[in-house]
Structure formats: structure tokens, C-alpha cells
């Protein structure tokens, strides 16, 4: 009879994903970005920069993914009540990392499309105001950067809270580019060229940010590890004569799960092949859930998965 043996590092609500270990500094960052908008939008309202204004448009979406990203690490840590998520409520941080995408894209998009409509229009900027505004929302989004950093780092619902900010700051330091080249050349060109830029800029950052996302959701093997080399690894254990069944996947950022089938030769003490095999996936390849399957040499299933 085959041995099996699965384990867990604590319930949903006892562990921290990556996220969730940066949840105070996600909700201070929210707050100042939050704060700025507001001052932003009736900025670029009174100057009538387009540049302003899709800066603006950059805060408001930074504060709507920020509030997600904040409300997942919350959510995520929450305990399953209903029975039915054996995993928790994790890959709502991944969710919260989609949304973050989609709102990127739709700014952009909406940038692209104001700065190409105004090509060739006859518009009044206001330089000075854009040039204050823009110095500090710089100031405000380095801050918030700072804030994310190490996060972003860890985390990829945080990773996409820190995108966003950083296309905002892009945004910012375009503003007060714009505003110095209006000031200087008389032409608000500049201010269109430059809200341009950004929104392409902030596309490109959003199809990054994406792939990674949709990798996580297709249950993609973590870049970090190769597959061939943890069953190699696995299969030089002490004791086992075949692996099969390696599955590797995120479950959402920091938590890396894996499950395999160790086939053991007859005698062989079971215990210590978990205990040895256990060992090398934590220390070696960073895996700290594992669900192995100990089946003994004669074992043989009728029937065989076919995936």
C-alpha cells in the first residue's frame, strides 16, 4: 500500500504572504497618494495641461490600486470559513496584481487618445501652476516609491501598486518637462508630446506587469526553479528509485507549493525519505510546502493519471 504524506506551515490565517508583510506601508502610501490627487485634478482643471491632467489620471488609478492591493493583503489573510478553499484566500493578491494591470492599460489608453485628438489644437497652458504641481508630485510619488521598494521586491500585488506609482512618477517628472519647454517655446506641443509618452510608457510597464500575472494564474513554474533539476535532486535521495508527478506552482507571491510521487526501493524506511527529501526542497530550493507521496517499489497504480 502506498505511504502518503502532506503537510502545512500553519492555518491561512496564522501565515503572511509577501504582501501582507508590507500591508503598513501600502496603507500609508494610499493615503499621501490619495491627498495628492485631489490637489492634482484641480490643478490640471484650472492650468488645462493635458500632461497634468493624465498625471492626475495616473493618481487616480494609483489610489484605486493601492486600495486593492491593500484590501487583498487583508482579505488574504483571512480564514476560510466555508471549507471549500483548501489553499486559503492567497491568490487574491494575484487578482488584486490583474487589476492593477487593467487599470494601467485603460489609462494609458485614455492618455493616447486625448494626446492624439489635441495634435494641432489651439490650447492655453497654464506653466507655472504645471511646473509647481509637478514638482511635487515627484516628491510625493519618490516617496511612495520608497515606501514600496522592498516590497515590490517580494510581492507581486505589491510589485503592482509600485508600477503604477512608478509610471505616476514618470508622469510627474513629464509634467515639469512640459511645463519648462511650454515656458520656454511658447508651443504646447510639448505638453501633448509628453502626455504621449507617458501613456505609451505606462502601456509597455502594464504588458510586463501582465505576463507576469498571467503566469502566476496559468500555474506557471516559479523562474527561480527548473523542474528538471528539482526532480534530479529528488531522485538523489537516498532511497528513491523514481520520481514522478513533480508539479511546481505559485500560489501567490512567497508561497511556492510543490507535490511529487517518490517511488522508494523495498526496505527502505519511508520517514527518512520525507524527513531528507523535505530538507533538500526547503533548503536548497526555497519550497516550504510540499506534499510528497511515498509509494513502495511494487507499487503500481491501474490507473495512471493522464495529466
Known sequence: MAAGHSHSHGSAHEAL????RHR???????????????????AALVSGSLAL???????AADVLV?????GATVVAGRPDRSGRRSFGLYRVEVFASLLA???MLAVAAWVIIEALGRIGE?????????????????????????????????????KGAYL?????????????????????????????????AIGVFVAVRAVILGREVLGVLAQTTPRHLVPA????????????????????????????????????????????VLDEAEVLLRDRHGLEHCTLQIEPEDHRSDHESAW
Open 66 to 70: 493601492l486600495s486593492a492591493a491593500l
Open 53 to 59: 491632467l493624465s498625471d492626475a489620471g495616473h493618481m
Open 164 to 196: 503604477e506609482v512608478l509610471a505616476d512618477t514618470v508622469g510627474s517628472l513629464g509634467v515639469v518637462i512640459a511645463a519648462v519647454l511650454v515656458a520656454l517655446t511658447g508651443s504646447t506641443l510639448a505638453d501633448t508630446v509628453v502626455a504621449l
Open 122 to 158: 489651439a490650447t492655453s497652458v497654464g506653466t507655472g501652476v504645471m511646473l509647481v504641481v509637478g514638482l511635487l508630485g515627484l516628491a510625493v510619488n519618490l516617496v511612495v516609491m520608497r515606501l514600496l521598494a522592498k516590497g515590490a521586491q517580494e510581492s507581486l500585488n505589491v
Open 229 to 272: 533539476e528539482v526532480e534530479e535532486d529528488l531522485a538523489g535521495v537516498a532511497g528513491v528509485s523514481e520520481v514522478h508527478d513533480l508539479h511546481l506552482w505559485t500560489l501567490t507571491s512567497g508561497m511556492d507549493v510543490a507535490t511529487a510521487h517518490l517511488r522508494i526501493d523495498h526496505g527502505c524506511d519511508p520517514h527518512g
Open 17 to 20: 504572504s509577501a504582501g501582507g
Open 24 to 42: 503598513s506601508r501600502l496603507a500609508l502610501a494610499a493615503v499621501l497618494v490619495g491627498a495628492f490627487f485631489l490637489l492634482e485634478l484641480i
Open 101 to 103: 494591470v487593467l487599470v
